[in-house]
Every structure is written in C-alpha cells, then in structure tokens.
C-alpha cells in the first residue's frame, strides 16, 4: 500500500486502485482492503468462482453478512456502521472505475 498527499493506493489480488481519502480515514480504509483482498483471494482458492467480478460480489455478500450478524447481535456501533459504509462506498467506485475500458 503506497500512502500519496491524493490518497492510497491498495492492492486487490495483484490491482492496483488508487482511493481518495481523507488523512484519518486512511487507515481504515488500508485495513479494509486487506481484508477484501484476503476474502477475495479464499474465494479464488476455493475454486467454487471463477472471474474478478464473481469473486467480488462473493467476498462482498460474505462480508456483508458478517457485518449484518455483527450488528444483529449489537457489536457494531453507529459510528463504525458510518464508516464502513464510507469504506463500501470507495470500494465500489474504485471496481466500478476498475471496470471502465482504459484509454
């Protein structure tokens, strides 16, 4: 993970995506893609999903359903709940630039 004054850029199995963030969000946001790209390269190690994309949304309904047991079960506070989905939020955009043809 390179650490710029415009953001970080973080690996995601072997890709590369630069995120804009704002300094103190900058941690969060490295420990989430490491855990995106960890679930994302159990999925690829599974051989059950084959594809980038497959795996994405795999690793993103396992996560999500972490996170909606968390919360079920009141282990996740207001403010982390708003931070996770700042998270969720530059995650998409990232994939959905990541998914844009390259001129």
Not at 35 to 57: C, F, N, P
Not at 92 to 101: H, I, M, S
Request: charged fraction near 25%.
């Amino acid at each position: 993970m390179k650490d710029t004054n415009e953001g970080v850029t973080v690996n995601i199995l072997g890709k590369d995506f630069m995120v804009a963030c704002p300094e103190s969000e900058r941690g969060a946001l490295i420990a989430a893609a490491d855990y995106l790209d960890k679930k994302m390269r159990e999925i690829h190690a599974s051989g059950k999903v084959i594809g980038t994309e497959r795996a994405a949304i795999m690793a993103a309904l396992n996560i999500t359903n972490e996170l909606l047991e968390l919360r079920g079960r009141g282990g996740l506070s207001v403010d982390a709940s708003q931070k996770l989905k700042f998270l969720q939020n530059k995650i998409d955009a990232a994939l959905r630039w990541d998914a844009q043809p390259q001129q």
